[in-house]
């Protein structure tokens, strides 16, 4: 069956330090892997996305990497700020009958103390 | 900024009764997803629309939940009769059809059915 991995367990650094998630896949081939943030009681927010053509993007503090053959993204937060807990959500989009249909990880919680 | 609206925020009902969720997705866009969030099995995709035709509702089950999107404006979830294991938070999003522009959550419905 189809699987996207996070970790589970809350990721607790130091502010200032590099932030670094992952989501890994099974049984998937997907278009774009998408990356949100959610913080509690409020919906997921679109941060960025990245195409399966593609090995890096990259905004302002944030990076994502993505490795078809690994079947893995990583989601990097540089100069972490206490403003950056939050939990943190892969989704991936594959194209099913001309349209795009978007499955979800189960999410990661970041911590960062100041 | 545009946003997604949902309503209403917060319901609490009885088992046994109907519950109407309503979404407006943001002017323009085509696609509208709808998910069910709860902390055992994260987001969970339940029905998505393009250009108001149900494409998938695989997700949903089928005797007791109905989605519909009457008109551009409006996407509706529905479930009759409403049971306590439906309690959770469920979320709509809309998209321009195109998964590079990410898809905009509006902030959820969470239903408590006791």
């Known amino acids: 069956s189809q699987k996207i991995e996070q970790n589970s367990e809350a990721l607790n650094i130091q502010e200032g330090k590099t932030a670094t998630l992952t989501c890994n896949y099974t049984?998937?081939?997907?278009?774009?892997l998408q990356w949100y943030r959610q913080d509690p009681g409020r919906g997921p927010v679109f941060l960025l996305l990245i195409r399966e053509n593609e090995k890096e993007k990259r905004k302002e503090r944030l990076k994502v990497t993505f490795d078809t053959t690994l079947k893995q993204s990583l989601f990097h937060i540089t100069a972490s700020q206490p403003a950056d807990s939050a939990t943190y959500l892969c989704a991936l989009d594959r194209e099913m009958d001309s349209s795009y249909k978007l499955i979800f990880g189960s999410g990661t919680r970041l911590l960062v103390r100041p | 900024d545009a946003r997604v609206t949902q309503t209403p925020r917060h319901k609490v009902t009885e088992m046994g009764q109907e519950v109407t969720m309503r979404c407006q997705p943001i002017l323009g866009h085509n696609t509208v997803f709808w998910y069910r969030q709860t902390m055992m099995q994260g987001l969970e995709l339940l029905a998505y629309?393009?250009?108001?035709?149900?494409?998938?509702d695989s997700g949903m089950p089928k005797d007791r939940f109905s989605a519909e999107m009457p008109d551009a404006t409006l996407a509706t979830l529905k479930i009759q009769p409403s049971e306590p294991r439906d309690s959770a938070v469920y979320f709509c999003?809309?998209?321009?059809?195109?998964?590079?522009?990410?898809?905009?959550f509006g902030s959820g419905t969470r239903l408590t059915v006791v």
């Open positions: 629309f393009r250009n108001r035709a149900p494409l998938d």
């Open positions: 049984n998937y081939s997907p278009a774009y």
């Open positions: 999003a809309s998209g321009r059809g195109q998964p590079k522009y990410g898809y905009t």
